[in-house]
């Protein structure tokens, strides 16, 4: 079963808008990842975080994390064009190297 | 500094044939990771090297797929007898074993099978 579960599946919105996407998880974890994925390319790392903090910045990225709710955001601000691609968080499973991915949310970010 | 190179990008085929697709890792990575995408779906793990020690093999669908990798680099995943339900994109990951199992992707290899 996958370990991390994005929401929503499908966002759409304007440029300039802010976007924000969400993760849920099942297990504990001792960090979190989010990924980008352009449609027909690989993934890309975009920023981890640990678990023992509860927020992070990098450039107009700011993802949060709340290890009481498993559960973690992804906020895109300013969001431009090129922002449009599916985004993924990732956990580790178990304390192996293997990350189990979620579904990804499609986001669209219309000029 | 090439990243992860992964070949063919595209590949159609007959159900039934094999097929053998490659990934090259970043070099020095000590890891490297295969996954299955169906289309609009997440990633679905396959199999796990690192370093020396035995592959996990824990996501491999059933015994038609198989992969190796050489000399700690080049892996190849190999799918026998290839069934319409193989068509995906396949990528493959590598890491260094030490930034918190940051992964670095390929462009992958998308499958059809006919």
């Known amino acids: 079963s996958q370990q991390g579960e994005e929401d929503p599946q499908a966002l759409s919105i304007q440029e300039g808008e802010n976007a924000t996407m969400n993760c849920s998880y099942k297990t504990s974890i001792n960090n979190l990842q989010w990924y980008r994925q352009n449609s027909g390319r690989g993934l890309v790392h975009l920023i981890l975080i640990r678990s023992n903090e509860r927020e992070k910045h990098s450039g107009r990225l700011r993802v949060t994390l709340d290890t009481s709710k498993k559960s973690s955001s992804l906020l895109i601000t300013a969001s431009r064009a090129a922002d449009t691609a599916s985004y993924f968080c990732a956990t580790p499973q178990g304390g192996s190297e293997k990350l189990v991915f979620g579904k990804g949310t499609k986001l669209t970010v219309n000029p | 500094g090439a990243g992860v190179s992964q070949s063919p990008s595209n590949k159609v085929t007959e159900k039934g044939k094999d097929v053998e697709l490659r990934c090259d890792p970043i070099?020095?990575?000590?890891?490297l990771y295969w996954y299955r995408q169906s289309l609009g779906q997440g990633l679905e793990f396959l199999i796990y090297f690192q370093g020396n020690s035995a592959p996990d093999k824990s996501g491999l669908p059933s015994d038609r797929f198989s992969a190796e990798r050489t000399g700690g680099s080049v892996s190849t995943l190999t799918i026998q007898r290839t069934q319409q339900e193989d068509s995906a994109v396949y990528l493959c990951a590598s890491s260094d074993g030490r930034s918190k199992n940051i992964q670095y992707f390929g462009a992958g290899t998308r499958l059809s099978v006919l």
């Open positions: 070099s020095g990575h000590t890891a």
